[in-house]
T-cell receptor, first 110, second 115 residues
Framework: SQQGEEDPQALSIQEGENATMNCSYK?????LQWYRQNSGRGLVHLILIRSNEREKHSGRLRVTLDTSKKSSSLLITASRAADTASYFCATDSNAGKSTFGDGTTLTVKP | NAGVTQTPKFQVLKTGQSMTLQCAQDMNHEYMSWYRQDPGMGLRLIHYSVGAGITDQGEVPNGYNVSRSTTEDFPLRLLSAAPSQTSVYFCASSETLPGLNEKLFFGSGTQLSVL
């Protein structure tokens, strides 16, 4: 079964609004990563947060990690139409396996 | 640098046929992996390799074989294609194990249909 589960499955917002998506996982992790996938393309890495970090920023992205709740959130501020994509969390252990959730599909309307 | 290159981009097979999906990376990455992505779902790990000559099974390995004779190449073989293997296949690589805080670089995918 998938380690990570994102919610919501789909999110539709207006340009300029913030988008928040969540990821829950089941077992202990070394780090958690967020990826983006445009329709028909491969995944592109967005941001990595280590298990001993609680929050990380990269441009308009803000990621939080709560290891006690086994959950993470990705916030995209001031969204743009170009942010329309699917977003996946991936959890990494020492075992050499990155396990992906089913993703959140974000639609940003101009 | 080309990054991770997958070929072919599209393939149609008949049930029972065999084929090899190619994956090559030019970043001297030790770790390579194959995922499949079914419609509306995330990626499921098929096989992975932590270096030349070393491979291991992922979450859904049945029906697939891999080998890693060089650092650059990691082909995925479908031994006898089945309709359940219709999917989009992604190859990914990273410098070392993802669990060691390494990000994955993905190819653009191979869309496979098995009739």
């Amino acid at each position: 079964s998938q380690q990570g589960e994102e919610d919501p499955q789909a999110l539709s917002i207006q340009e300029g609004e913030n988008a928040t998506m969540n990821c829950s996982y089941k077992t202990s992790i070394n780090n958690l990563q967020w990826y983006r996938q445009n329709s028909g393309r491969g995944l592109v890495h967005l941001i990595l947060i280590r298990s001993n970090e609680r929050e990380k920023h990269s441009g308009r992205l803000r990621v939080t990690l709560d290891t006690s709740k086994k959950s993470s959130s990705l916030l995209i501020t001031a969204s743009r139409a170009a942010d329309t994509a699917s977003y996946f969390c991936a959890t990494d252990s020492n075992a050499g396996k990155s396990t992906f959730g089913d993703g959140t599909t974000l639609t940003v309307k101009p | 640098n080309a990054g991770v290159t997958q070929t072919p981009k599209f393939q149609v097979l008949k049930t029972g046929q065999s084929m090899t999906l190619q994956c090559a990376q030019d970043m001297n990455h030790e770790y390579m992996s194959w995922y499949r992505q079914d419609p509306g779902m995330g990626l499921r790990l098929i096989h992975y390799s932590v270096g030349a000559g070393i491979t291991d099974q992922g979450e859904v390995p049945n029906g697939y074989n891999v080998s890693r004779s060089t650092t650059e190449d990691f082909p995925l073989r479908l031994l006898s294609a089945a309709p359940s293997q219709t999917s989009v296949y992604f190859c990914a690589s990273s410098e070392t194990l993802p669990g060691l805080n390494e990000k994955l670089f993905f190819g653009s995918g191979t869309q496979l249909s098995v009739l």
